[in-house]
């Protein structure tokens, strides 16, 4: 199966695609109504309108916040602790919800392994249960993820950072793959490159991902401006290993690179001896 993602509505309804994912809440903060025809995306702590809002950051132990402006990070993350905000989330994935009973979450997660350590961060792990920080991070994730889950009476889809090695998103963002994989229905895992002009990594990551993995998973591909024939072999690779392909942010070219492949497989067709 195809699927895409897209910021605009009438993508979603396009004939080459089985699943459409609609963003509803980007990571530049952008919110837009919900639709029922589409599985309904929320960015949920990666938000680049919250940059003034000091409060609202996560930060590390020197006090860097997690903002676009610092190295490795693409967008500005909110810090998972942040009462308010996450009240704000869970309402966004109720309202979303009640359109079209399935929901995807994205950017779910601390923004890298040494975030966060706000005062409220530091003071709400020295008064919880745990003696290791890391678990409490991960419990602080999972306890979100349940709390969205009594939201979605549908599928529940949460995105995961591509690395499937044993305790690295655990490490990285406190995403403990197996606690919340009770909640989720399937994971997406977006597998990004400007070109795919070679593959031998997609498909050891997808490999990765199939071992790990007992829940069903898609892996999305990027496809803006991407060649149509190397995103074609790319698909190939993927479709191998996921549940569904997906394509990112461009449904144009997804569906010249769909309509490809239906071509090229129809030619290869044989009925018999000539």
């Known amino acids: 199966m195809y699927g895409v993602v897209t910021r605009n509505e009438e993508e979603t309804e396009w004939s080459e695609f089985d699943r459409a994912f609609y963003e509803v809440k980007d990571v530049t903060g952008r919110a837009v109504e919900p639709i029922a025809g589409a599985v309904n995306m929320v960015s949920c702590f990666g938000d680049n309108a919250v940059e003034s809002e000091e409060d609202l950051l996560a930060f590390d132990d020197e006090g860097t916040p997690a903002t676009r402006n610092q190295p490795y990070f693409d967008w500005t993350y909110v810090c998972p602790t942040h009462d308010r905000y996450r009240e704000g989330l869970l309402d966004i994935i109720e309202e979303a919800a009640a359109v079209n009973e399935d929901v995807r979450l994205d950017d779910v997660g601390f923004p890298r392994d040494e975030y966060c350590h706000c005062d409220r961060c530091e003071q709400r792990f020295a008064d919880s249960e745990f003696e290791d920080w890391s678990a409490w991070r991960s419990n602080v994730i999972t306890e979100f993820?349940?709390?969205?889950?009594?939201?979605?009476?549908?599928?529940?889809?949460?995105t995961l950072y591509p690395d499937p090695y044993p305790g690295h998103l655990e490490a990285r963002s406190g995403v403990a793959v197996d606690d919340i994989a009770e909640y989720v229905d399937e994971f997406v895992v977006p597998i990004y490159d400007m070109a795919y002009s070679t593959t031998y990594w997609l498909e050891i990551l997808a490999k990765g991902w199939q071992d790990r993995l007992s829940t069903p998973f898609s892996i999305e591909l990027y496809a803006v401006?991407?060649?149509?024939?190397?995103?074609?072999?790319?698909?190939?690779?993927?479709?191998?290993?996921?549940?569904?392909?997906?394509?990112?942010?461009?449904?144009?070219?997804?569906?010249?690179?769909?309509?490809?492949?239906?071509?090229?497989?129809?030619?290869?067709?044989?009925?018999?001896?000539?």
Do not use: C, H, W
């Open 145 to 158: 993820v349940a709390e969205a889950r009594e939201r979605v009476p549908g599928d529940m889809y949460l």
């Open 225 to 274: 401006d991407v060649d149509v024939d190397d995103l074609s072999k790319a698909v190939e690779v993927a479709d191998e290993y996921a549940e569904t392909v997906l394509f990112g942010y461009d449904a144009s070219n997804a569906r010249a690179t769909i309509r490809r492949m239906n071509a090229d497989a129809r030619e290869g067709q044989s009925f018999g001896p000539e």
